[in-house]
C-alpha cells in the first residue's frame, strides 16, 4: 500500500527485456537505505517487487501482465522515474490510499502554466471515467493528485511546483504516458452498489428473496 507521496527520483540503468517479460535495475538518486529483498516500491505508480537490493539500487521484475496495463514497457537505461517505499503502519497518510495496481495508461493532451503551477489535461480510456471524481483523487505516474475538473475519458489536475520539484512531472509534455491508478475507495463502492444501480434501471437484480434470507434478512 502507499500514499502517492513520492519520496525521489530514481534512474532506470538497465532494462534487461525477454520477450514480454523486463527485468529493471533502479538506482535511487537520493537516500534510500535499507532496502530488502521481498518488499514493494512504486515505480511510476506500479507496485514492484525488489529482488535483489544494494546501496540505493535494487532490481525488480515485470511481468506481462505488468507490461500491458502500464507504461513501463517504454522505461531505458537513463530514463527517470518516481519511486515511493510502501506505507509503514503509524505513518502519516499525507495523499490517498494507494495500491500500485495501474488501471490503464493516459496521455498528457495539454499543459497550461497558471501562475506558478501548471495544469496538466490528461486522456484516459473512457471507460474509467466513472472512477473519476472532481476534487476526488487520483495517481499518475505514482504522484497523489486532485482531480479539478473531469468528464468522458479526461481529467484536469493542478500541480504546484514543490510537487513538479521532486517528481518527473517537470518533463511532462503533450504525448507523454502516464500510468494511472483510479481512487481505491470509489471502485469498491461502485462494485458494491452495482447489484441496486441494476435494479433501478430496470435490469435483473441479483438481490433475490433467498439472497436475503441467506444474509440474514
Known amino acids: 500500500m502507499f500514499t502517492g507521496l513520492v519520496q525521489g527520483q530514481g ?3 538497465a532494462a534487461e527485456r525477454r520477450g514480454d517479460e523486463t527485468r529493471f535495475r533502479i538506482r535511487a538518486l537520493f537516500a534510500l537505505e535499507g532496502i530488502v529483498g521481498g518488499e514493494s516500491i512504486a515505480v511510476n505508480g506500479a507496485c514492484l517487487t525488489v529482488e535483489q537490493a544494494g546501496d540505493r539500487e535494487f ?3 515485470a511481468s506481462a501482465e505488468t507490461l500491458e496495463k502500464s507504461c513501463l514497457g517504454d522505461l531505458k537505461p537513463g530514463s527517470s522515474v518516481n519511486l515511493e517505499r510502501a506505507l509503514a503502519l503509524g505513518e502519516r ?3 490517498h490510499l494507494v495500491s500500485g495496481h495501474v488501471d490503464c495508461v493516459a496521455t498528457v493532451e495539454s499543459v497550461t502554466a497558471v501562475g506558478q503551477s501548471n495544469r496538466y489535461r490528461v486522456r484516459f480510456p473512457a471507460a474509467f471515467s466513472r472512477f473519476v471524481v472532481p476534487k476526488g483523487s487520483v495517481a499518475l505516474d505514482g504522484v497523489s493528485l486532485t482531480v479539478n475538473d473531469c468528464g468522458e475519458g479526461y481529467l484536469t489536475v493542478n500541480v504546484i511546483p ?4 521532486a517528481t518527473t512531472i517537470a518533463a511532462w509534455r503533450p504525448g507523454v ?3 494511472m491508478e483510479t481512487d481505491m ?3 469498491y463502492v461502485l462494485r458494491m452498489l452495482e447489484p441496486w444501480q441494476a435494479a433501478a434501471s430496470g435490469g435483473e437484480s441479483n438481490i433475490t428473496e433467498n439472497f436475503l434470507r441467506e444474509h440474514g434478512f
Not at 162 to 165: E, G, K
Open 11 to 13: 534512474r532506470v540503468a
Open 59 to 61: 532490481t525488480a521484475y
Open 93 to 95: 497518510l499525507g495523499g
Open 162 to 165: 514543490s510537487t513538479q520539484a
Open 177 to 179: 504516458t502516464l500510468n
Open 185 to 187: 475507495l470509489g471502485k
